[in-house]
Every structure is written in C-alpha cells, then in structure tokens.
C-alpha cells in the first residue's frame, strides 16, 4: 500500500503531511516513522502530520503529530500553519479560516495572504503542572536544576506542549545540543520538555534556538517561539508584539497578558508532493 503526502516547512521546520486512510485507521509503526524521517535513507522531516476527518463538527479537520524519534505529540505551531496553507489551497478556507483540532485542542488559523498564516495559540499556560515538572516544592517563575553538563536555570510555559526556556547571553554561543538533550529527558519532566534558548536583543526582538524533545534542533519552533516570547512578556521584559528570529526565518507573536489569546504569525510553503510504502 502506497500512501501520498506533501513536504511542507514553516521556517525550515520540515514536515510531512498526509491524510489518514479512511477504512483502516493510520497503520505506521514507531519504527517506519523513524525510517521516514531519516535524511539519507527516508524522505526526512522533524514532524509528520496527519490528517483526520473532524470530531468536532465545528473544525475542518483533526490532526495528529508525530516526531521524528516516531513519539506522538500533542502540538506544533509551524505544523499549524503549515496544515493551514495545505486546506486553503484545497479550498477549504473560502472565508480565510480555518478551525483545526489537535490533542491539545482546537485552534483558530487566518490566512492573511497566500503563504502566511496567523494561528491562535490559546492562551500560556505557566504551572509545573500544566508541563508535566516536578517542582519539588520550587515557587517559580525561575526554576534550577543541576544537569551533567552543569547547574541551569530556567522558565517552564506550556503551549499547548512542554516547554523550558533559558536566557543566554548569545544563540550563538549557547550549547544547545548538550544542554538541551540533558533537559529535555531530565525525569523531573514527565513527558519531557521543548528547550528554548533565548537571546533578548530589545523589548520587542529575541532571538532563539530550540532543541525539540523527540527531533533535537530544528531550525524553527512554533510553539518555542511562543513560549519564549510569553516568558518574557510575563516578566515584563518584552512588549507585547516581539518579533522572533530563529535560524530559519522569523516569526511575529502578540499577547496583550493573562486572560487574552497569544497570536503568532508566519509563513507556511509547500516543498514537494510524493507517495511511500507502508
């Protein structure tokens, strides 16, 4: 059985989107995802997005994300946008919404010109529990913990997903892939966590590396760039319109504060069609 999918990226956050065989349910093990997402042996990609017809009769559509490392995750921001652009140019946004459900739950996607979508994110979550991390008893906003590569210090938030952000000097110069792997799988997460490292170049531009749980660094992160842009606002060190840099491209984020919606805006382009077997 051959099954079609598309290669999308947002930033170069690379994935696979595909639809979901109506009769026999989604029949990819953990291991073919990770075939799949191989760079020399497979198509390659950081995420694979599938497609659902909708549960709730109020969305377009329900989608699943899996990781490379063939895990199941409960939610991406690129991808968000990405699935966006792939339904409107299917025609399914003739208003230029789109209402799509995840795990997490649902969000509102608008398409403010062909490419580039802006996505309600929901509002940051900023509890240990909401991240799945055991505080030990730590009041926060700013947690620590000693890892093999040394003592950290960092902010949790949740997206929808995990999230740890950690202030660095320089993106550049921050070790991303050491720390971010020993974070990421520390047991006080319990699901692991999303590693962002953020640079605040002014109060209202940051940049930021992110070491994703299950991928590793990707060279964008939705949810990354909004955890890290709330973290901030919440301090009070960013406006509420920040733009993002990250090695892929930018990506622009607003919240106006607790009791509002975060926004983030960016593009979302198609790269190439193809089919694999199952």
């Known amino acids: 059985m051959q099954l079609p ?5 947002g930033l170069g956050n690379d994935f696979i989107v595909l639809d979901a065989p109506a009769r026999d349910g989604l029949p990819i093990s953990t291991e073919r995802w990770r075939e799949l997402a191989d760079r020399h042996c497979g198509i390659g990609f950081d995420q694979a997005l599938v497609l659902e017809p909708p549960r709730n009769p109020a969305t377009q559509a329900y989608y699943r994300i899996f990781n490379a490392n063939g895990g199941e995750v409960e ?6 946008r990405c699935l966006a652009e792939l339904l409107r140019q299917r025609g399914k946004a003739p208003d230029g919404q789109l209402r799509l459900e995840s795990p997490a739950g649902v969000v509102l996607a608008e398409v403010r010109t062909p490419g580039s979508i ?43 997903n995990p999230h740890a952000v950690i202030d660095v000097p320089s993106v550049g110069d921050a070790e991303v ?3 971010g792997a020993a974070l990421e799988s520390h047991p006080q997460f319990a699901r692991h966590v999303n590693v962002g490292f953020r640079e605040t170049a002014g109060r209202e531009h940051i940049r930021l590396r992110v070491f994703e749980r299950g991928v590793g660094e990707t060279r964008a992160c939705g949810t990354g760039a909004c955890a890290a842009a709330a ?17 892929g491209g930018t990506l ?17 382009e198609v790269s190439f069609t193809g089919q694999f077997d199952l």
């Open 5 to 9: 999918f598309t290669k999308m990226h």
């Open 252 to 268: 622009v984020i607003r919240w106006q504060g607790p009791g509002h919606h975060l926004w983030m805006e960016g593009p979302a």
């Open 75 to 80: 939610q991406c921001g690129n991808g968000v």
């Open 118 to 160: 802006a996505v309600d994110m929901g509002e940051p979550l900023f509890t240990p529990e909401s991240v799945a991390f055991d505080a030990r008893g730590a009041a926060g906003p700013a947690f620590h913990i000693d890892l093999s590569t040394g003592p950290v210090s960092f902010e949790i938030a949740s997206m929808g």
């Open 231 to 247: 973290t901030g606002m919440r301090a009070g060190l960013l406006e509420p319109r920040v733009r993002v840099d990250l090695p």
């Open 177 to 179: 892939a050491a720390i």
